[in-house]
Structures are given as structure tokens and as C-alpha cells.
């Protein structure tokens, strides 16, 4: 069985969530709406930078497989 996502897939859904986490932490306030539930923005900055490091490496492994491809 083999797993349903390529590398490029992968590298673009770790691009995308990595904004996606980087924006939310920017502008959220520490309690999201009225419903009292609180997000630890340092915990989510966090997470965006570790997804944004592997999506870098990600790149960097695409970019070595298309040189050393040729």
C-alpha cells in the first residue's frame, strides 16, 4: 500500500498550514471568542516554527533530488 501523498504534496500542505499557524498566532488574543477557551499563543507560535522548519527541509530535499537528478 503505498501512502497517498507525495513530497510536493507534503511540502505544500506544511507551506500552508505553517502561514496559516504563523497568522492565527499573530492576531489571536488569548481567549478566543466569548466562549472562554484559551489558546497558548507561545505553544502555537511554537508548533508554526517546527511545521515551518520541516517544510524548509522539505524544500531543501526537493531542490537536492532535481539536481542530482540530471
Known amino acids: ?3 497517498p ?5 507534503m511540502t505544500l500542505w506544511l ?3 505553517t502561514l496559516l499557524l504563523l497568522i492565527t498566532s499573530e492576531f489571536i488574543s ?4 466569548k466562549i472562554g477557551i484559551v489558546i497558548e ?4 507560535r ?4 517546527i511545521l515551518g ?3 524548509l527541509l522539505d524544500a531543501l530535499i526537493q531542490i537536492y533530488a532535481m539536481l542530482h537528478a540530471y
Open 1 to 3: 500500500m503505498r501512502f
Open 5 to 9: 501523498l507525495s513530497l510536493a504534496d
Open 15 to 17: 507551506g500552508i498550514t
Open 30 to 33: 488569548p481567549y478566543y471568542g
Open 41 to 44: 499563543k507561545r505553544r502555537l
Open 46 to 49: 511554537q508548533i508554526a516554527i
Open 53 to 55: 522548519a520541516l517544510f
